[in-house]
């Protein structure tokens, strides 16, 4: 069992930055994918960004440009930097740690509001 736990999120203007954390209660990141998810009211959870054991990157359209996920392997904790936050960005950020064939750990969530 992996424990994952965010932080980092809260309240900010439009165009503020925000960095998340996601604390693993363990070394996993070598062979789990690393990922943060956002639901926002009355939709489907999405993609954020994700990084694989081997450092590779990926991000969700609307994040490109303006977010930016990394990982300390020593703290065994995942970032995502949030830059140029829009009002569109506010939800509940999700961190999740996935490995084919297995099931996936979440964290617990935690909420990041951007007012306009």
């Known amino acids: 069992q992996v424990l994952l736990v965010e932080s980092g999120g809260g309240l900010v203007q439009a165009g503020g930055s925000l960095r998340l954390s996601c604390a693993a209660s363990?070394?996993?990141?070598?062979?789990?994918?690393m990922a943060w998810y956002r639901q926002a009211p009355g939709k489907q959870r999405e993609l954020v960004a994700h990084?694989?054991?081997?450092?590779?990157?990926n991000y969700g359209d609307s994040v490109k440009g303006r977010f930016t996920i990394s990982r300390d392997n020593t703290k065994n904790t995942v970032y995502l930097e949030m830059n140029s936050l829009k009002p569109e960005d506010t939800a509940v950020y999700y961190c999740?740690?996935?490995?084919?064939?297995?099931?996936?750990?979440w964290g617990q969530g935690t909420q990041v509001t951007v007012s306009s």
């Open positions: 363990r070394s996993i990141f070598s062979i789990r994918v």
């Open positions: 990084i694989t054991p081997g450092g590779g990157t």
């Open positions: 999740s740690a996935a490995r084919a064939g297995f099931t996936p750990y």
